[in-house]
């Protein structure tokens, strides 16, 4: 043990013996030579002995040279093991990755190197990272040469989700079917995976094909294996117009290393629309013929936006004539649109009409109204009301007789035309004509045989005129002879023409006209 505390080298050494009175003079020489030792040292440490799957992790190398000599040719083994891969170190280039060596080179006595190993952590389980280090020198101590340390890293899963919806600018009210599909790349099993998706208030859930609670939006999906996937299908009524967005979030037990594709949200763009209503009402729905009526129309809009460009239809049947109404010009009776304008919504209009009734029977009036927004509602966008008008006739009576100056005796005729102006046939006409005094029924020249108190009768006559009856009645007695001497020609035809009348309807055999200047 003389040579610890020597420097390596080579060493000559002479033992000399003087002669003396026992022996004589002796010498002997040898050499022998000191190697080089050092001791060189490895720790390896990390800062957390738990990770995460993708975390990185910094390994810590420390070698350090004990003596007591230099040490050269200083090399480091890391090769990294599986679950591990390298992303960058602070060894300038020393470290070789592939390799795993980390070439040191010269150390001196109780010199430290520190090199520190940046790696990515891509496996779960428990990974066990060793090191040793090595040099030219003799080493005179091993059991400081190797080192190693070890992470746990706990269950990991990448599970995700996309959401797609299969339209994407529906119309207010219409069906909509969202798609989820939920996927785990693993690296392990996810447990407890769960899908929250709570549909907003703007669309009313219809149906969906899984496990999904409506009432708190989740769907449970269980377990889900490494690079498996899963479908749901949620089906919603749009209940609102604008933009909606849904969104969507899975987790699982496990610890979910990317979060990036754990919320998948997608938006639709419901176009304004406005549910317009029209009712219509009459005032009489049995009126008669002529009769007026007022037609009430209300126009609501029931949502859920304002509507613009508000027109109603009410084109005026021709049994029905426009007499007034109330919309301060708006209303047009020849085309029959009523131009609202806006009407926001929840809010309603009234127009009045007044017509008059031109026809019998059963009379339609019809209304619609229109908006520029889009209705999603068309069975409340017409109204009709139907009348009925009693069968009407509108019977006239004219009385003529030829001789408005009679002489007392003279036969005089009376002659009755009754007319129906319609609308409609009408049965069972009366006409009564009572005979007043100082008028006699002449019986002989009477087609009615009836008394005085004259009644005619006609079944029936629609739109017509018709000569009832010629009533011949007499005066007491009539002259066989008339003179007109010294009247004008104008007036003596006149008085000649009425005085043949008179002698036909008296029956005289003979007549004398006396006539000249």
Same mark, same amino acid.
């Given at each position: 043990?003389?040579?610890?505390?020597?420097?390596?080298?080579?060493?000559?050494?002479?033992?000399?013996?003087?002669?003396?009175?026992?022996?004589?003079?002796?010498?002997?020489?040898?050499?022998?030579?000191?190697?080089?030792?050092?001791?060189?040292?490895?720790?390896?440490?990390?800062?957390?002995?738990?990770?995460?799957?993708?975390?990185?992790?910094? +390994?810590?190398?420390?070698?350090?040279?004990?003596?007591?000599?230099? =040490?050269? %040719?200083?090399?480091?083994?890391?090769?990294?093991?599986? %679950?591990?891969?390298?992303?960058?170190?602070?060894?300038?280039?020393?470290?070789?990755?592939?390799?795993?060596?980390?070439?040191?080179?010269?150390?001196?006595?109780? @010199?430290?190197?520190?090199?520190?190993?940046?790696?990515?952590?891509?496996?779960? %389980?428990?990974?066990?990272?060793?090191?040793?280090?090595?040099?030219?020198?003799?080493?005179?101590?091993?059991?400081?040469?190797?080192?190693?340390? @070890?992470?746990?890293?706990?269950?990991?899963?990448?599970?995700?989700?996309?959401?797609?919806?299969?339209?994407?600018?529906?119309?207010?009210?219409?069906?909509?079917? +969202?798609?989820?599909?939920?996927?785990?790349?693993?690296?392990?099993?996810?447990?407890?995976?769960?899908?929250?998706?709570?549909?907003?208030?703007?669309?009313?859930?219809?149906?969906?094909?899984?496990?999904?609670?409506?009432?708190?939006?989740?769907?449970?999906?269980?377990?889900?294996?490494?690079?498996?996937?899963?479908?749901?299908?949620?089906?919603?009524?749009?209940?609102?117009?604008?933009?909606?967005?849904?969104? =969507?979030?899975?987790?699982?037990? *496990?610890?979910?290393?990317?979060?990036?594709?754990?919320?998948?949200?997608?938006?639709?763009?419901?176009?304004?629309?406005?549910?317009? *209503?029209?009712?219509?009402?009459?005032?009489?729905?049995?009126?008669?013929?002529?009769?007026?009526? *007022?037609?009430?129309?209300?126009?609501?809009?029931?949502?859920?936006?304002?509507?613009?460009?508000?027109?109603?239809?009410?084109?005026?049947?021709?049994?029905?004539? +426009?007499?007034?109404?109330?919309? @301060?010009?708006?209303?047009?009776?020849?085309?029959?649109? +009523? !131009?609202?304008?806006?009407?926001?919504?929840?809010?309603?209009?009234?127009?009045?009409?007044?017509? @008059?009734?031109?026809?019998?029977?059963?009379?339609? !009036?019809?209304?619609?109204?229109?908006?520029?927004?889009?209705?999603?509602?068309?069975?409340?966008?017409?109204?009709? *009301?139907?009348?009925?008008?009693?069968?009407?006739?509108?019977?006239?009576?004219?009385?003529?007789?030829?001789?408005?100056?009679?002489?007392?005796?003279?036969?005089?005729?009376?002659?009755?035309?009754?007319?129906?102006?319609?609308?409609?046939?009408?049965?069972?006409?009366?006409?009564?004509?009572?005979?007043?005094?100082?008028?006699?029924?002449?019986?002989?020249?009477?087609?009615?045989?009836?008394?005085?108190?004259?009644?005619?009768?006609?079944?029936?006559?629609?739109?017509?005129?018709?000569?009832?009856?010629?009533?011949?009645?007499?005066?007491?007695?009539?002259?066989?002879?008339?003179?007109?001497?010294?009247?004008?020609?104008?007036?003596?035809?006149?008085?000649?023409?009425?005085?043949?009348?008179?002698?036909?309807?008296?029956?005289?055999?003979?007549?004398?006209?006396?006539?000249?200047?």
């Amino acid at each position: 043990n003389l040579d610890i505390n020597l420097k390596p080298g080579k060493y000559y050494v002479t033992a000399k013996h003087f002669e003396d009175t026992y022996y004589k003079s002796i010498t002997n020489a040898t050499t022998f030579k000191v190697i080089p030792k050092t001791d060189n040292k490895i720790l390896k440490s990390t800062a957390k002995s738990k990770v995460d799957y993708d975390d990185y992790v910094v +390994w810590t190398l420390n070698i350090t040279n004990n003596g007591p000599n230099d =040490a050269t %040719g200083v090399v480091v083994r890391d090769i990294l093991p599986e %679950g591990l891969i390298w992303d960058s170190d602070d060894s300038n280039g020393a470290y070789n990755p592939k390799t795993g060596v980390l070439t040191i080179g010269s150390l001196k006595v109780g @010199q430290t190197m520190i090199v520190n190993i940046i790696t990515k952590v891509n496996r779960t %389980g428990v990974i066990v990272n060793k090191a040793n280090v090595t040099g030219n020198e003799f080493d005179v101590n091993l059991t400081n040469n190797r080192d190693e340390t @070890q992470v746990n890293v706990a269950p990991a899963v990448d599970v995700g989700i996309v959401k797609v919806v299969n339209a994407s600018n529906p119309k207010y009210g219409d069906v909509v079917r +969202w798609t989820l599909t939920v996927s785990n790349v693993g690296p392990d099993v996810a447990h407890d995976v769960k899908v929250g998706d709570v549909l907003p208030e703007s669309l009313i859930f219809v149906s969906c094909d899984g496990d999904y609670d409506k009432g708190t939006g989740v769907w449970n999906v269980g377990t889900l294996g490494v690079n498996k996937s899963v479908k749901l299908n949620i089906v919603s009524r749009v209940g609102a117009t604008g933009k909606t967005t849904n969104a =969507a979030n899975v987790t699982s037990r *496990e610890f979910d290393y990317n979060l990036a594709n754990n919320r998948a949200e997608r938006s639709i763009n419901v176009a304004p629309a406005a549910d317009m *209503e029209v009712i219509k009402v009459v005032n009489n729905s049995n009126p008669d013929f002529k009769d007026y009526i *007022e037609w009430t129309i209300t126009v609501k809009n029931n949502g859920p936006d304002n509507a613009h460009d508000v027109k109603l239809t009410d084109v005026i049947p021709k049994s029905l004539i +426009w007499i007034d109404d109330d919309s @301060q010009g708006k209303y047009n009776p020849d085309t029959g649109i +009523w !131009n609202i304008g806006d009407l926001n919504s929840k809010k309603s209009i009234r127009l009045n009409v007044i017509t @008059q009734v031109n026809a019998t029977g059963n009379i339609t !009036n019809d209304a619609s109204v229109s908006a520029l927004e889009f209705d999603y509602n068309m069975r409340n966008n017409n109204d009709s *009301e139907r009348i009925s008008v009693n069968k009407s006739g509108d019977l006239a009576i004219v009385k003529m007789v030829n001789i408005s100056n009679p002489n007392y005796g003279d036969l005089i005729k009376w002659t009755l035309i009754a007319s129906n102006n319609g609308p409609d046939k009408v049965n069972d006409v009366v006409v009564s004509d009572i005979l007043p005094k100082g008028l006699e029924f002449n019986e002989k020249n009477n087609s009615n045989k009836n008394n005085t108190n004259s009644t005619i009768s006609k079944n029936s006559f629609s739109n017509t005129n018709k000569n009832i009856n010629n009533h011949t009645l007499k005066s007491k007695n009539i002259s066989s002879e008339i003179n007109v001497i010294g009247l004008n020609v104008e007036d003596a035809i006149f008085i000649i023409d009425k005085y043949l009348d008179d002698c036909y309807i008296a029956n005289l055999p003979t007549a004398r006209i006396v006539h000249g200047k």
